[in-house]
């Protein structure tokens, strides 16, 4: 009823630096996510040698890149903040369905 109407006070810089770390954190996911499914086709078997070789290189460089964009944009600490909070929040997410998974087989 007697609601006032309040700006929020959004400071342009902060937003862009978070939302520059948050886009740079999923590319280190994304690149986490590459090397593994790369060394299982290793160990698989599934690469020939060119293959690892174009592979390795590629990940290098985009862990190169992913780098000089941190350090360009002086977001090391966001991106690891950033980081540090989606680990917390999947561990809370994998806790959550253990002991819903544990609750429901003792149920039975």
Do not use: F, P
């Amino acid at each position: 009823m007697g609601e006032k109407n309040r700006a929020i006070d959004i400071n342009e810089e902060n937003l862009k630096q978070g939302l520059m770390a948050l886009v740079v954190a999923l590319l280190e996911i994304i690149n986490s996510t590459l090397r593994h499914q790369a060394i299982r086709r290793m160990d698989a078997g599934s690469l020939t040698d060119e293959e690892i070789e174009r592979l390795g290189s590629a990940l290098k460089n985009i862990d190169r890149a992913v780098e000089e964009i941190k350090e360009e944009h002086g977001i090391k600490e966001s991106v690891r903040s950033v980081r540090d909070g989606l680990d917390d929040a999947l561990n809370d997410i994998v806790a959550n369905a253990m002991d819903m998974s544990s609750g429901y087989g003792s149920r039975q």
